[in-house]
C-alpha cells in the first residue's frame, strides 16, 4: 500500500540532490578561482625596517666653544632658525682683547721704527752717492792742477837744462842757470804737493765712502730684526685676535636650532663643551636599518617604500611615501643603513621634520601566493 506522504518524500528527495549539486558547483567555481587566484596573482613583498629617522640631508652641526670662559650672552633658542655667520653665544673675552691692544701698539711702534730706519738708509744712501759725486770732482780737479804742473815742471827742467847748457859755454850767465833750475825745484815741490792733495783727497772720500757704507749696513742689519719683529708681532696680534673672534660662537650654517644648553650670563663653561646642534637647512631624507641577512641583495635604488611615522598613528595620518636611494654596501652595528628620499604628499595632514621616528617598509617584489608558500615551507623544513 502507498505512503500517503510519498509525494512529499520524493519531492524533498529531488530538492536535496539539486541543493547538493548547486553546492558542488559552487565549493568548485570558488576553488578554481582560488587556485587561479593562488597560482596568477601578484602579492606585493615587503621588507621592513628595525627602525627609520628623519634627517636633515646634511649633517647636523655641532656647537662648541674651542676655549673656556664664562658666559657674557646667548641667544641659543631651541627651534631658531639661524643664518651663518649669526652671533649665538658670546663668552667673555676682556683680557684677550686687552692683549691684543697692547700686541697692536707695539706692533705700530715697530712699523714706526722700521720707517724711521728706512729714512735713515735713504739719506744715508743719498749722501753715498754724493761723497762719490764729490770725491770723483775734486780727484778730477786734482789730476786737472797736477797735470798743469807736470807741464810747467817739464817745461822748467826744460829750460834749466838748456840754461846749464848755455852757461857752459858762457851763452848764459851762471846766475840766469842757477835761477832756471831754482824755478824748476819750485815747480817740483808745487807739483808734488798737488799729487799729496790729491791722494789726501781720494783717502778721505774713501773713508767717508766706507763710513757711510758701513753705517747703512749697520742700519740695514736693524732694519731685518725690526722687520723680523714685526713679522713675528702681526703673527702673534693674529693668533689673539683669533683667540679673541672665538670668544663670539657664530652659526655655522643656515638653519635651525635643534638642541641648545641653558646657559645664562657667567656661566662658566669648559673648551669642548657642546652647546648646541643647528639642523642645517637642507631636503630631508628618510634613514633606516635593516637586517642584513633579509636585505642585502634584495634592496636596490629606485624601489618604492613607505614610512609609518611613531607619532603619526597609520590608520589616522596613513604613511609617508618614499624611494631608495642609497643602499650600504657593509653592516654597522650589525644592521644595513637604507638612505631614502621622502615624497611630498600635499594633502598629507603630516608635517615633515627632522627627528620624526618609525619604520620603513620597501617594496622588493611582487610574487605570486605560490611562490609564498614554497618559500615558507623552504624556509620550514630548512630549519
Known amino acids: 500500500m502507498a505512503s500517503p506522504f510519498s509525494r512529499t518524500t520524493g519531492a524533498l528527495t529531488r530538492d536535496s540532490s539539486d541543493s547538493t549539486l548547486i553546492a558542488l558547483g559552487v565549493t568548485s567555481g570558488l576553488v578554481f578561482l582560488w587556485l587561479l587566484w593562488f597560482l596568477l596573482s601578484r602579492v606585493t613583498v615587503y621588507e621592513t625596517s628595525r627602525g627609520a629617522r628623519l634627517e636633515a640631508g646634511a ?12 658666559v657674557r650672552r646667548s641667544r641659543l633658542v631651541i627651534g631658531r632658525a639661524v643664518h651663518a655667520g649669526d652671533p ?51 780727484l778730477a780737479s786734482a789730476q786737472a792742477h797736477l797735470a798743469e804742473a807736470d807741464a810747467g815742471l817739464a817745461l822748467a827742467t826744460d829750460t834749466e837744462a838748456r840754461m846749464q847748457a ?9 846766475l840766469d842757470a842757477r835761477r832756471a833750475r831754482a824755478d824748476a825745484l819750485k815747480l817740483k815741490g808745487t807739483r ?21 757704507s758701513a753705517q747703512i749696513d749697520a742700519l740695514r742689519g736693524e732694519l731685518a730684526e725690526v ?34 644648553m641653558p646657559l645664562r650670563p ?3 663653561i669648559s673648551a669642548g663643551s657642546r652647546l648646541a646642534t643647528v639642523i642645517p637647512n637642507s631636503r630631508l631624507m628618510i634613514v633606516a636599518s ?24 597609520w590608520a589616522q595620518f596613513g604613511s609617508v611615501r618614499g624611494r631608495v636611494v642609497r643602499v650600504a654596501a657593509e653592516t654597522r652595528n650589525s644592521l644595513i643603513r637604507v638612505e631614502l628620499t621622502p615624497e611630498a604628499d600635499r594633502g598629507s595632514p603630516i ?28 624556509l620550514m623544513f630548512g630549519r
Do not use: C, Y
Not at 808734488?192 to 778721505?204: C, I, P, S, V
Open 59 to 70: 649633517a647636523p652641526w655641532l656647537l662648541s666653544n674651542a676655549l673656556p670662559g664664562k
Open 88 to 138: 649665538l653665544v658670546e663668552l667673555d673675552g676682556t683680557e684677550q682683547n686687552l692683549r691684543v691692544a697692547e700686541e697692536t701698539a707695539l706692533l705700530t711702534s715697530l712699523e714706526g721704527r722700521a720707517q724711521a730706519l728706512k729714512g735713515q738708509i735713504a739719506a744715508l744712501n743719498a749722501a753715498w752717492q754724493a761723497d762719490r759725486q764729490t770725491a770723483g770732482a775734486s
Open 166 to 174: 848755455q852757461s857752459a859755454i858762457g851763452g848764459v850767465s851762471e
Open 192 to 212: 808734488d804737493a798737488l799729487l799729496a792733495d790729491a791722494q789726501r783727497t781720494r783717502l778721505e772720500a774713501q773713508a767717508r765712502i766706507h763710513q757711510t
Open 227 to 260: 722687520e723680523g719683529a714685526i713679522v713675528a708681532k702681526k703673527a702673534e696680534v693674529d693668533r689673539m685676535r683669533v683667540e679673541a673672534a672665538e670668544h663670539l660662537i657664530r652659526a655655522p650654517v643656515d638653519g635651525v636650532i635643534g638642541e641648545a
Open 266 to 268: 657667567g656661566t662658566p
Open 290 to 313: 635593516f637586517d642584513p641577512s633579509s636585505t642585502l641583495g634584495r634592496l636596490r635604488p629606485g624601489q618604492t617604500a613607505r614610512m609609518e611615522l611613531d607619532g603619526f598613528p
Open 351 to 378: 608635517v615633515l621634520r627632522h627627528g620624526l621616528t618609525g619604520k620603513v617598509q620597501v617594496n622588493v617584489e611582487n610574487v605570486s601566493p605560490l611562490t609564498l608558500m614554497l618559500r615558507s615551507a623552504g
